[in-house]
Nanobody, 121 residues
Framework: QVQLVESGGGLVQAGGSLRLSCAASRSILRRNPVSWYRQPPGKQRELVAR???????NYADSVKGRFTVSRDNAKSTVYLEMNNLKPDDKAVYYCYTRVVVNVEGTSVENWGQGSQVTVST
């Protein structure tokens, strides 16, 4: 099992900023994309950001221009910088990666433990 360790969640006022961290092994960052998902209370989990091994990124429309996903290979960490936070951003945030484990293409999903982000008004 791949270990992903999150940190950085907390409470912030609307319009504020927060940075989440997802620590992973160097092998994970070298070989696999890493994504950030979130699950608002009472709603389904949704993809918010993704970064590939070459540094390409994509974002959900709801966070584009406000969130930035980045990678620090020296620290083996992926970050999610969240700016101009809104009440709708309140959710548990999870980092995620999928690792192919055999030649048939079987993969294993790996999730961080979750980070609570609360945005107050």
């Amino acid at each position: 099992q791949v270990q992903l360790v999150e940190s950085g969640g907390g409470l912030v006022q609307a319009g504020g900023s927060l940075r989440l961290s997802c620590a992973a092994s160097r092998s994970i960052l070298r070989r696999n994309p890493v994504s950030w998902y979130r699950q608002p209370p009472g709603k389904q989990r949704e993809l918010v950001a993704r970064i590939t091994t070459d540094g390409s990124t994509n974002y959900a429309d709801s966070v584009k221009g406000r969130f930035t996903v980045s990678r620090d290979n020296a620290k083996s960490t992926v970050y999610l910088e969240m700016n101009n936070l809104k009440p709708d951003d309140k959710a548990v945030y999870y980092c995620y990666t999928r690792v192919v484990v055999n030649v048939e293409g079987t993969s294993v999903e790996n999730w961080g433990q979750g980070s609570q982000v609360t945005v107050s008004t």
